[in-house]
């Protein structure tokens, strides 16, 4: 089984924190798609994506590489999103996409991030301590499965 992670970080590094401690679970490689907005990703078996959450939605650039991107009908895809306030599942516009192109997405992971976005900086932010520890370790037990629900399927 042959991971890796496509993911946007671009503020305060709270998506690039996650998807390092879950690439250690998966030995997965990392892809910064806004360094590298045309990965080849057809050699993988499990693809995360993974990204920042800006006005309600996943970075433009991970969304345009969704929707461009052919994936291989044995890929199997799981989401990640970190954002200052979690009042709704950020992914499944996403979900929508993959499912739409017949793609299996093996669940989603969600938590809070530092967030200074607009007015928000000038109160000095919100969720300051997150990922926090504890959403670290939640991000490494959702991979397990993950990985575990990849190796018997």
């Known amino acids: 089984m042959k991971a890796v992670i496509v993911y946007a970080s671009t503020h305060h590094g709270?998506?690039?924190?996650?998807v390092e401690q879950m690439a250690e679970i998966l030995s997965a490689d990392l892809i910064d798609?806004?360094?590298?907005q045309k990965p080849n990703?057809?050699?993988y078996d499990i693809v995360g994506l993974a990204s920042g959450i800006y006005f309600h939605s996943f970075d433009e650039k991970l969304k345009a590489f969704i929707s461009n991107n052919n994936f291989?009908?044995?890929?199997?895809?799981?989401?990640?999103a970190t954002?200052?306030?979690?009042y709704m599942d950020y992914t499944k516009k996403i979900e929508k996409i993959l499912k739409e192109k017949q793609i299996e997405c093996l669940g989603s992971f969600q938590c809070r991030g530092y967030d200074t976005y607009?007015?928000?900086a000038k109160l000095g932010g919100i969720a300051k301590q997150?990922?926090?520890?504890?959403?670290?370790?939640?991000?490494?037990?959702?991979?397990?499965?993950i990985k575990s629900k990849s190796l018997y399927n």
């Open 33 to 36: 798609i806004t360094k590298n």
């Open 41 to 43: 990703i057809s050699s």
């Open 14 to 18: 709270n998506t690039k924190k996650v």
């Open 72 to 80: 291989q009908r044995h890929q199997k895809v799981f989401l990640v």
């Open 130 to 145: 997150h990922p926090s520890a504890k959403d670290l370790k939640k991000a490494k037990d959702f991979v397990r499965k």
């Open 83 to 86: 954002c200052g306030v979690r």
């Open 118 to 120: 607009g007015i928000l």
